[in-house]
């Protein structure tokens, strides 16, 4: 498995950006389908963006699209997500999770994705 830990959370404005950073452990980070999830208070856990191991594919959340960009250096062992425009219906905390499998069969679910990390708060202010 793999070990991922979030940074780059914290308390904006709406309109605001922010870019969060996942570091992964672990020899083989880039043979993972990557993703980042959000849960909000009192809601599910959602998918918001998926990247596959070579960053070719990538699927974002209608709520997202034209606003996040997922990306991954797989020399680095680092995910990202760069989250502009924010609104506050983003605030939530943000996980970053590695599923073992091609990003097709990965899907955006979160039941696919193994290993998780320990989240990182985001706050948009209005």
């Known amino acids: 498995q793999v070990q991922l830990v979030e940074s780059g959370g914290g308390l904006v404005q709406a309109g605001g950006s922010l870019r969060l950073s996942c570091a992964a452990s672990?020899?083989?980070?880039?043979?993972?389908?990557m993703g980042w999830f959000r849960q909000a208070p009192g809601k599910e856990r959602e998918s918001v963006a998926t990247?596959?191991?070579?960053?070719?594919?990538?699927y974002y959340a209608d709520s997202v699209k034209g606003r996040f960009t997922i990306s991954r250096d797989n020399t680095k062992n680092m995910l990202y997500l760069q989250m502009n425009s924010l609104k506050p219906e983003d605030t939530a905390v943000y996980y970053c999770?590695?599923?073992?499998?091609?990003?097709?069969?990965?899907?955006?679910?979160?039941?696919?994705?193994?290993?998780w990390g320990q989240g990182t708060q985001v706050t948009v202010s209005s």
């Open positions: 999770a590695a599923c073992g499998s091609t990003w097709y069969r990965c899907r955006p679910r979160k039941e696919n994705f193994g290993s």
């Open positions: 990247m596959s191991w070579s960053g070719e594919s990538t």
């Open positions: 672990g020899r083989t980070f880039s043979s993972y389908t």
